[in-house]
T-cell receptor, first 113, second 111 residues
Framework: SQELEQSPQSLIVQEGKNLTINCTSS?????LYWYKQKYGEGLIFLMM?????EEKSHEKITAKLDEKKQQSSLHITASQPSHAGIYLC?????????????FGKGTKLSVKP | DGGITQSPKYLFRKEGQNVTLSCEQN?????MYWYRQDPGQGLRLIYY???????QKGDIAEGYSVSREKKESFPLTVTSAQKNPTAFYLC??????????FGPGTRLTVL
């Protein structure tokens, strides 16, 4: 079965610093999703990547999918307190029916003002 | 406003009781999902449904049941057979194969 490993598990950065979160899959990724979650709340969709080498940006967040489609990174530039939360990567699970996602365990980001 | 709602936000249950968590969406999505989230864990799929009157077990379906009588609604029942039901439950919906949109979650605590 496919597994997603996220690193680091937690991260504390000073406001204004850049940071990167990684998501590594045990199998080829056919669709990779990044979500953000505030504690005790639902997940907010950030970006979806499908093609090897694809890169997408939204405001100060950039996500990339490597050419081999087994690793994705999420990069935040000039972090702000509003970026704090848990970031989860999810991937289409082709072991089951189309559309199901499996998730990594998440990376907890804290931003110190 | 289109969206997905879950109720209640907090739920307390005595051991041996069944409880039902509500999930409603007005996004006209065919697919709906239930996940469970435990501290330090990612989301684990309980049940999913891609069409009305049909649903499939996910990875941790034991002790749970669902129904999908309407496109907009996908309630989850946590039965007394679920050994460790205290968790945060998230409902999601999507166009099949596309990004999932999540509700705000229900935190269930067994007393």
């Amino acid at each position: 079965s496919q597994e997603l490993e996220q690193s680091p598990q937690s991260l504390i950065v000073q406001e204004g610093k850049n940071l990167t979160i990684n998501c590594t899959s045990s199998k080829t990724l056919y669709g990779l999703y990044w979500y953000k979650q505030k504690y005790g709340e639902g997940l907010i969709f950030l970006m979806m990547l499908q093609k090897g080498g694809e890169e997408k940006s939204h405001e100060k967040i950039t996500a990339k999918l490597d050419e081999k489609k087994q690793q994705s990174s999420l990069h935040i530039t000039a972090s702000q307190p509003s970026h704090a939360g848990i970031y989860l990567c999810g991937a289409l699970n082709y072991g089951g029916s189309q559309g199901n996602l499996i998730f990594g365990k998440g990376t907890k980001l804290s931003v110190k003002p | 406003d289109g969206g997905i709602t879950q109720s209640p936000k907090y739920l307390f249950r005595k051991e041996g009781q069944n409880v039902t968590l509500s999930c409603e969406q007005n996004l006209n999505h065919d697919a709906m999902y239930w996940y469970r989230q435990d501290p330090g864990q990612g989301l684990r799929l309980i049940y999913y449904s891609q069409i009305v009157n049909d649903f499939q077990k996910g990875d941790i379906a034991e002790g749970y049941s669902v129904s999908r009588e309407k496109k907009e609604s996908f309630p989850l029942t946590v039965t007394s057979a679920q050994k460790n039901p205290t968790a945060f439950y998230l409902c999601a919906s999507s166009i099949v194969g596309w990004e999932q949109f999540f509700g705000p979650g229900t935190r269930l605590t067994v007393l």
